[in-house]
């Protein structure tokens, strides 16, 4: 049975795509879900219609979420016009629907060839955008995207530009292998993006 959306500590999570252009070290799709949220049905066999996702979210009791997340097994800016159009919808239709968050690698603008920020205001209220590294080099070591410094970059751009559309923008880094020192300067350059910085314990086998 696939997963469109799933349950975590009071929040509704949304899967809709498998597809991303990074391959994490830290990754729970590499190290196995020891310890994690994420199951084996989360794998998508094909990914939902929007209707499809549309019909499963409606189903949904919202009164007992204090947020809903875009996120999953993959990168869900990859479906930026979709998950769009499931916030219209739903915001049509629900009331008292709940704020909405994605949970990002910021390579939107990389993905699309154009600024999708200015489409995220009104829609989104949080972006959780993973920045795990304080340099260029350290980034890509721990992240490997496809596009390597060029995803840093678009990633940092990314992060400056929707923090005048969206209200709350939120670096991501995991605690492995950090010094204070470098955590220092992740949350310094986060602050300087219009951001603020958060650090996520990492998750054990």
């Not at 799709?29 to 199951?39: C, F, L, V």
């Not at 829609?123 to 410094?149: Q, W």
């Not at 992740?186 to 086998?205: F, H, K, N, P, W």
Request: proline share 4%.
């Amino acid at each position: 049975m696939e997963t469109i959306s799933y349950e975590y500590e009071g929040a509704l999570y949304v899967n809709l795509t498998n597809k991303c252009d990074c391959s994490c070290v830290f990754c729970l799709r590499h190290n196995g879900h020891k310890g994690s949220i994420y199951a084996d049905d989360l794998w998508l066999e094909h990914e939902p219609s929007r209707e499809e996702a549309l019909e499963n979210l409606l189903a949904r009791d919202y009164t007992q979420y204090r947020e809903l997340v875009f996120c999953g097994f993959g990168e869900p800016m990859y479906r930026v016009e979709d998950i769009l159009w499931l916030v219209d919808r739903l915001k049509e239709q629900v009331k008292n629907l709940p704020p909405v968050r994605i949970n990002t690698n910021g390579h939107a603008n990389l993905i699309h060839g154009r600024d999708v920020t200015p489409e995220l205001a009104g829609r989104i209220d949080t972006l959780s955008i993973s920045l795990n590294g304080s340099t260029a080099e350290e980034y890509c070591a721990v992240t490997r995207p496809r596009d390597g410094e060029k995803a840093w970059e678009a990633m940092l751009d990314f992060t400056r530009k929707a923090a005048a559309h969206v209200p709350q923008v939120v670096m991501t880094i995991v605690d492995k292998d950090k010094t204070p020192e470098e955590i220092d300067r992740c949350r310094a350059m986060a602050e300087s993006l219009g951001a603020t910085l958060r650090v996520r314990a990492y998750i054990q086998d």
